[in-house]
């Protein structure tokens, strides 16, 4: 029952604090926007990049590959002495 309550409180609160509370709190403050491309922008660039491709990578495989193939069966055997 913890667990399933942690899962569900992690799975509200991760996009909530990104999606919705993070650029309001942005916006609030009316921050300007950066000028231009300066070094900590071009260094945040490629982690930004690998995990939007990992983020798609998996929501590829659970929409696309999940759905046409069968869920393989445990193999493990059970011997009884």
């Known amino acids: 029952m913890w667990l399933l ?3 569900l409180l992690f799975t509200v609160l991760v996009p909530g604090f990104t999606v919705g509370w993070v ?3 942005f916006l609030l403050r009316r921050a300007p ?3 231009g491309w300066t070094w900590p922008l071009w ?3 490629p982690p930004l990049f690998a995990g ?3 983020y798609g990578a998996s929501a ?3 929409f696309v590959v999940a759905y046409e193939e069968e869920v393989p ?3 493990v055997r ?3 002495c």
Request: charged share 10%; glycine share 0%; proline share 8%.
């Open 5 to 7: 309550l942690k899962n």
């Open 78 to 80: 059970i011997i009884s």
């Open 23 to 25: 650029p309001w709190v």
């Open 33 to 35: 926007l950066p000028a």
């Open 52 to 54: 939007a491709l990992v």
């Open 43 to 45: 260094l945040a660039a």
């Open 60 to 62: 590829f495989q659970l």
């Open 73 to 75: 069966r445990c193999r």
